[in-house]
C-alpha cells in the first residue's frame, strides 16, 4: 500500500532537549511538507521541500530543522529553541509544485514533559 | 496574505439532516481548493479537490462549490450520518502549491 508514515505517535520531550519526528512516504511525491496544529486552529507551515537536497521555510519556521536527504525521508528536528512545542504535527506529501492535492500521513503528538 | 475563514466553528444537527459548511477567502486570485475531514487525534482525509476552473465537484453524499468572485466555497452533505462527525477543514492553494487553511468546522450529528 503507498501512503505515508509517521512515527512515533506519541513523543515526550524534557525542557531543552532536541527531538526528531519521522516522515517516510513511499508514493514517490516530489513534494513534503511539515504542518502544526494547536487546538482550535487551523494547521501552520513550517518547512516544505519541492525537491532532494533543498527546502523552504513556512510560516513558523524558527525553532525547527529539516533535511531532505532522500526522496521518501523528510524528518523535523524540534530543537530547545522551540519555546511552545507542545502541539500535533503533521506530515503532506503532493506529486510537486502545483495544485495535485495533498496526501497527509497520521500525526505525531509532541507534549513537553 | 490569504486569510481563510470557516464559520460555524462548531455545528450539531440530527441525523438525516443536510449539512452545510461555509469557507471564505480574502483573496480571489486562487488556485484550487481542497476540503478535508479530521477525525480526533488523525490526519487529515482529503474529500474534494476543486480546480480554479471548476464551479463545483461532486463525491458521493458530497457537493462543494466554489464561486471565487465572491470568495466563497461550501461544502454539502446530503443525509448526514452519525459517522459524519468529524472536523471538516477547508484549505487554498497558492501559486507555489503551498496550502493556507482555515481552522475548521467540528460536526457533530446526533442519532
Known amino acids: 500500500d503507498g501512503g505515508i508514515t509517521q512515527s512515533p505517535k506519541y513523543l515526550f520531550r524534557k525542557e531543552g532537549q532536541n527531538v526528531t519526528l519521522s516522515c517516510e512516504q513511499n508514493?514517490?511525491?516530489?513534494?513534503m511538507y511539515w504542518y502544526r496544529q494547536d487546538p482550535g486552529q487551523g494547521l501552520r507551515l513550517i518547512y516544505y521541500?519541492?525537491?532532494?537536497?533543498?527546502?523552504q521555510k513556512g510560516d513558523i519556521a524558527e525553532g525547527y530543522s529539516v533535511s531532505r536527504e532522500k526522496k521518501e525521508s523528510f524528518p523535523l528536528t524540534v530543537t530547545s529553541a522551540q519555546k511552545n512545542p507542545t502541539a500535533f504535527y503533521l506530515c503532506?506529501?503532493?506529486?510537486?509544485?502545483?495544485?495535485?492535492?495533498?496526501?497527509f500521513g497520521s500525526g505525531t503528538r509532541l507534549t513537553v514533559v | 496574505k490569504q486569510e481563510v475563514t470557516q464559520i460555524p466553528a462548531a455545528l450539531s444537527v440530527p441525523e438525516g439532516e443536510n449539512l452545510v459548511l461555509n469557507c471564505s477567502f480574502t483573496?480571489?486570485?486562487?488556485?484550487?481548493l481542497q476540503w478535508f475531514r479530521q477525525d480526533p487525534g488523525k490526519g487529515l482525509t482529503s474529500l474534494l479537490l476543486?480546480?480554479?476552473?471548476?464551479r463545483e465537484q461532486t463525491s458521493g453524499r458530497l457537493n462543494a462549490s466554489l464561486d471565487k468572485s465572491s470568495g466563497r466555497s461550501t461544502l454539502y452533505i446530503a443525509a448526514s450520518q452519525p459517522g459524519d462527525s468529524a472536523t471538516y477543514l477547508c484549505?487554498?492553494?497558492?501559486?507555489?502549491?503551498?496550502?493556507?487553511f482555515g481552522a475548521g468546522t467540528q460536526v457533530v450529528v446526533t442519532p
Open positions: 508514493l514517490n511525491h516530489d513534494a
Open positions: 503532506a506529501t503532493s506529486r510537486g509544485q502545483g495544485n495535485y492535492g495533498y496526501t
Open positions: 521541500s519541492q525537491i532532494v537536497n533543498d527546502f
Open positions: 484549505a487554498l492553494y497558492d501559486s507555489w502549491g503551498k496550502l493556507q
Open positions: 476543486i480546480q480554479s476552473s471548476q
Open positions: 483573496d480571489s486570485a486562487i488556485y484550487n
